[in-house]
């Protein structure tokens, strides 16, 4: 069977089974959704262990807390809203909204998530009464694999078309490529080179921008706390996740303070600039990602810098003093290596910030621990980044949990900032389209207006 017969078969199966799918009702579609999220839940260990096994990333407690987390939060926030039919009336505007699946959903999934990334996709597909035709990374192929098969037994089990969830038989980019360009809309959560050959597919899509979060502390934040969320954000999966924290600014005041703070909680601090300058050549040689340190340890990374130290230290905390493409350090790095930067004034540090994110992950996410809503939202107004955390950890708050307000996602969109299409956690929203019934409003206030009201401040 040639790639192209391949995905036509996938495709065939999927819309015969979205087609039966499409005609169940709310509960049972809810039902479905729940299935495959409590499926994925209750084997978090077994898949965890399978996905350091298989991408020797990552570490498998970090993962089991994800691969249970990610759909549990999920599920809490897409239980019991309307996503089937009339979704939602405004009678002051005489609007219904009807919803309507887009069909089949394509989703290219990432080495460093292989997982999180399938579930979450698939449970919002189904939400919106689609199906979806997995492609995972070659390097974690194998994990994509177990995932689809157990949503598949999942979706049997409550009497869903298991076609609903399909993987790809092999992973290459041919075969993603014909994924992307067969589907009705795809989502490609990856490299650039990935989500640049999603947004030439022809087909709608959802991408993702590259990450480099800045975490930006006040003067008035809570340090210790700061500490605390900063850390466990760092090192959460031997950092590999996009919403990991990169780069701390923090006041030159409490630098001493702060770093002493990191060292008690497991981080090697480095401030002399030949031992920076040896971690920087050797995870960035050249200005570019040495791609054998993603999601290793710290003590292996300093190894390779030919630096000791200890083997339980947690990260490393490298002192820069420059930003954005002058210093590497102060790029996205998907292991544990946390640069730090003192400031003099809030304008600088968002300033410095700003830098950073310009030079790589415009559009993506940016942590503020502060208990100054004006020096908040005067980092708001000026990093072009698409979601601001506030004393939370990145790597937890920025895809979305039950204390904050942000969907839950694994694709955090980046806006036209990171060549995207939307600038927030991709949701089941997303995935639908929208009729609206527009009826007639007899007494609208705009037809008693005069127009010299009407133009009126």
Not at 138 to 149: H, R
Request: with cysteine.
């Amino acid at each position: 069977m040639t790639p192209q017969e391949h995905v036509n078969e996938l495709i065939a199966k999927a819309r015969v089974a979205q087609k039966t799918f499409e005609s169940f009702s709310q509960e049972d579609v809810d039902k479905a959704v729940q299935a495959i999220g409590k499926k994925i839940y209750d084997n978090a260990k077994p898949l965890a262990e399978l996905a350091v096994e298989e991408t020797k990333m990552g570490n498998v407690n970090d993962k089991i807390a994800k691969n249970m987390g990610k759909p549990k939060v999920t599920w809490y926030k897409l239980k019991g809203k309307p996503s089937r039919g009339v979704i939602r009336r405004i009678p002051e505007e005489g609007l219904v909204e009807v919803a309507k699946p887009i069909g089949v959903i394509g989703a290219i999934t990432p080495v460093t998530n292989p997982i999180m990334t399938p579930i979450h996709n698939s449970m919002i597909a189904l939400k919106g009464a689609n199906a979806i035709i997995v492609c995972p990374h070659p390097s974690a192929f194998k994990s994509g694999v177990e995932t689809v098969k157990l949503m598949r037994e999942a979706l049997k089990e409550v009497g869903a078309p298991e076609d609903l969830i399909q993987c790809v038989g092999e992973a290459s980019i041919e075969v993603s490529g014909l994924i992307m360009s067969s589907c009705d809309a795809s989502i490609a959560t990856g490299g650039p080179g990935m989500v640049k050959a999603v947004y030439s597919s022809g087909k709608p899509a959802f991408g993702v921008g590259a990450g480099n979060v800045q975490s930006i502390w006040d003067a008035d934040a809570d340090f210790a706390g700061a500490v605390t969320k900063t850390v466990a954000g760092r090192t959460y999966d031997n950092g590999v996740l996009c919403t990991c924290e990169q780069t701390v600014h923090c006041p030159e005041s409490k630098a001493d303070e702060a770093l002493a703070k990191l060292a008690e909680a497991g981080g090697y601090v480095i401030t002399d600039e030949a031992e920076v300058a040896k971690i920087r050549d050797f995870v960035f040689p050249g200005g570019a990602l040495n791609k054998d340190v993603v999601g290793i340890k710290p003590y292996l990374i300093a190894k390779g810098a030919g630096i000791d130290i200890p083997e339980d230290t947690k990260f490393i905390v490298t002192k820069v003093t420059k930003f954005g493409a002058d210093e590497s350090l102060c790029k996205e790095k998907l292991f544990p290596v946390l640069a730090f930067a003192p400031y003099d004034t809030w304008e600088n540090a968002v300033a410095h910030a700003s830098t950073n994110i310009d030079n790589e992950g415009t559009g993506h996410s940016c942590v503020i621990h502060s208990n100054t809503p004006a020096n908040v939202e005067y980092a708001a107004e000026r990093i072009r980044v698409s979601r601001f955390s506030v004393n939370q950890m990145g790597s937890g708050s920025l895809g979305g949990t039950l204390a904050n307000g942000l969907n839950p996602t694994g694709t955090l969109g980046c806006g036209s900032w990171g060549n995207n299409s939307i600038s927030e956690n991709l949701w089941w929203t997303h995935l639908v389209n929208i009729s609206r019934i527009a009826y007639e409003i007899p007494d609208a206030p705009g037809l008693k207006l005069t127009d010299d009201e009407l133009w009126a401040f």
